[in-house]
């Protein structure tokens, strides 16, 4: 028996998809359903590897957690990367492509149409419901031809469309029925209820604006979300995580970089007692941090040049010399090495010098590494030397190769690694703070059973604030 869809489409990037389909998905599982999480086409740099070395949106790599599914790149079939402000490197089936410019993959994407469907029936084989996330928003008018991501998949799929909006924004009348207004007409059946989310203080003073949304839209308003601080991952360069500028207590700073990417390995220091983590984009929000993180980069040699060209690059060597710990993630230790050369364009054409603080010079290849790893620490030396030893379970997602075989590299108190999620390991978060404070800390490292808590949390608040009856009978009735 096939599996029957659903697809939840948002009014605009950020608006709440991607948590209100990790809602659906853990409610579902509640219910006794199998079900599977797909997105056709992810834009994004917070991406996920599979046991099995392919690339996905973590996005879908969280939905299929709360669906209690192992993540798998069928979920996430086409994948692009933004390395420029008009280009991307595209991954399809959880390999790279090659890069192309916004113009060339908007020809080439109905080439992809294809391995999206087979991706698509593959899972649908295999579950009872597929929960499909729509991108961005289905009424950027100029983008609809040949659409594989929004209405256009919902019509290929015959999958009911689900529209949440963002109250939070405001304009919730404007943004649900403006959307629909703009759809053509066989577009705005397939739409049969409507989702209010990031509703803050007290749900029943929108009763009202409930009543006038479903006599404007002449369409049901399934629920109204309220808005709830979650520890969930999440992929948006919307995040509010990156608008964080507030230094309490132990001062953890971490760079953003214009191509910032997987910036939810650091999300583990945000759950310590007395800790704050905060974003710098500018040299004057730079402060005295106790630990500098520079993190993964989509490109690493343009966002090295932004670093020396703002005079961030000045601080963190500065910092460095001042004994200030600072920790490189992927793209953030390549920037830390000496060199970082790109002979072939897999990036960013060219070579620059790197800040020079660790003994690495990394060298792009047209091979990426895709891989998740384990083992033990080597010897650290430094602040962090208590690390030495300590177990650790990630992945590696990069172009480039440093020379270095280490799981962590480093010189004095810096220190560097490419190993995606090695700050979730068990241990490895307390000790780092104990070093950088002289005294224990309270904290809870248990990861997975957090995000269960989590997930479990998240279907709550669904169930609860949505019409799940209706909700069934529309995965039921499908598009009749």
């Not at 080439?108 to 009872?128: G, Q, R």
């Amino acid at each position: 028996m096939r599996a029957k869809p659903l697809m939840i489409q948002g009014t605009m990037s950020n608006a709440g998809k991607s948590l209100t389909a990790a809602a659906i998905c853990r409610y579902l599982v509640r219910e006794g359903y199998k079900v599977a999480p797909f997105k056709s086409q992810n834009m994004a740099l917070n991406s996920f590897v599979t046991a099995d070395g392919a690339e996905m949106g973590r996005a879908q790599a969280v939905q299929a957690e709360a669906a209690k599914k192992l993540p798998d790149v069928r979920m996430n079939p086409v994948l692009l990367k933004p390395t420029t402000d008009t280009g991307s490197q595209v991954v399809v089936m959880g390999k790279p492509i090659g890069n192309m410019a916004a113009r060339e993959y908007f020809r080439y994407k109905e080439k992809l149409i294809p391995s999206i469907l087979s991706a698509y029936e593959s899972l649908a084989a295999e579950n009872d419901v597929i929960v499909i996330e729509g991108a961005g928003s289905p009424v950027e008018l100029n983008l609809n031809e040949n659409d594989i991501v929004n209405m256009g998949l919902a019509e290929r799929l015959k999958a009911p469309v689900l529209l949440v909006g963002d109250i939070d924004r405001g304009g919730i009348f404007a943004q649900l029925c403006g959307t629909l207004s703009l759809l053509e007409e066989n577009q705005r059946a397939l739409v049969k209820g409507l989702i209010v989310n990031k509703f803050r203080g007290d749900l029943t003073l929108f009763d009202e604006g409930k009543k006038l949304l479903e006599k404007i839209s002449k369409k049901p308003v399934l629920g109204v979300m309220p808005y709830a601080k979650l520890d969930i991952d999440d992929e948006d360069s919307l995040s509010e995580r990156l608008a964080r500028k507030e230094a309490a207590g132990t001062d953890i700073a971490v760079i953003r970089l214009p191509k910032i990417s997987n910036f939810t390995d650091f999300a583990p220091f945000e759950r310590a007692e007395n800790c704050s983590v905060r974003y710098i984009a500018k040299p004057e929000e730079f402060g005295n941090p106790d630990l500098l993180i520079i993190p993964g980069t989509k490109s690493t040699i343009s966002d090295l040049r932004f670093l020396k060209e703002s005079g961030l690059a000045e601080q963190i060597v500065a910092a460095a010399h001042r004994k200030i710990p600072v920790f490189g993630v992927c793209g953030g230790f390549q920037i830390l090495g000496q060199s970082v050369e790109d002979p072939t364009g897999m990036e960013c054409e060219g070579s620059e010098a790197g800040l020079g603080l660790l003994p690495i010079r990394t060298v792009f290849g047209e091979e990426k590494c895709l891989r998740e790893v384990q083992g033990r620490i080597g010897t650290l030396t430094g602040i962090f030397s208590s690390l030495s030893g300590m177990s650790y379970v990630g992945y590696e997602i990069h172009m480039g190769v440093s020379g270095n075989d280490s799981p962590v590299v480093c010189q004095g108190n810096v220190y560097g690694t490419y190993v995606h999620g090695i700050f979730d390991a068990r241990g490895i978060v307390p000790r780092m703070l104990e070093a950088l404070t002289g005294k224990s800390c309270s904290y809870d490292d248990d990861t997975a059973g957090i995000k269960e808590k989590n997930y479990e949390l998240l279907a709550d608040i669904f169930q609860q604030n949505t019409d799940t009856e209706l909700l069934k009978k529309i995965i039921d009735e499908g598009i009749n």
